[in-house]
């Protein structure tokens, strides 16, 4: 346990390459909180990767292309999930920029505004398919949690 709560496992591990794989599982809020806000983790970690203090999108992905490192960001349900890997002399590096990516978003308004037209053109294609349809009408009849609750699982086809 780190001194400011969180906990940390390592597992030391022969690797082809050299390689470090990781991952960080941050716990966002609880129910009360997170109330009516079921996509605000993955809105969130959606946008992580699109702009933080002084990086542009771009710039952030050329970093990683420059540490050969991969790193996904996924957020679902009040859970933001962070994989990485990169070669072990690449570490301290990939650990500064993801420490700048999670402590200084910058939210930029164009990233945001051309992922809020992706989702909603996905969610529009979506109310069409008969396996999003019939995912929702199986979530409407086996989910003991109200409406607005983040714990509230939507099945879908």
Same mark, same amino acid.
């Given at each position: 346990?780190?001194?400011?709560?969180?906990?940390?496992? /390592? /597992?030391?591990?022969?690797?082809?390459g050299?390689?470090?794989?990781?991952?960080?599982? +941050?716990?966002?809020?609880?129910?009360?909180?997170?109330?009516?806000?079921?996509?605000?983790?993955?809105?969130?970690?959606?946008?992580?990767?699109?702009?933080?203090?002084? +990086?542009?999108?771009?710039?952030?992905?050329?970093?990683?292309?420059? /540490?050969?490192?991969? +790193? !996904?960001?996924?957020?679902? !349900?009040?859970?933001?999930?962070?994989?990485?890997?990169?070669?072990?002399?690449q570490?301290?590096?990939l650990l500064?920029?993801?420490?700048?990516?999670?402590?200084?978003?910058?939210?930029?308004?164009?990233?945001?505004?051309?992922?809020?037209?992706?989702?909603?053109?996905? +969610?529009?294609?979506?109310?069409?398919?008969?396996?999003?349809?019939?995912?929702?009408? /199986?979530?409407?009849? !086996?989910?003991?949690?109200?409406?607005?609750?983040?714990?509230?699982?939507?099945?879908?086809?």
């Amino acid at each position: 346990m780190l001194a400011n709560g969180m906990q940390l496992a /390592l /597992l030391a591990k022969r690797t082809r390459g050299n390689t470090v794989q990781g991952s960080l599982i +941050l716990r966002l809020g609880d129910a009360q909180t997170l109330r009516g806000k079921k996509h605000a983790a993955a809105l969130t970690a959606a946008m992580l990767l699109r702009g933080a203090q002084g +990086l542009t999108r771009q710039q952030i992905a050329d970093r990683l292309d420059a /540490l050969k490192a991969q +790193l !996904d960001i996924s957020g679902q !349900d009040g859970i933001v999930t962070v994989v990485f890997e990169t070669r072990r002399d690449q570490l301290s590096e990939l650990l500064d920029l993801l420490r700048t990516i999670l402590r200084e978003p910058s939210f930029p308004a164009a990233e945001f505004d051309q992922l809020r037209s992706q989702w909603l053109t996905a +969610l529009e294609a979506e109310r069409s398919q008969p396996e999003s349809l019939a995912g929702r009408a /199986l979530a409407r009849h !086996d989910n003991p949690y109200p409406k607005g609750d983040v714990r509230k699982r939507r099945i879908t086809g």
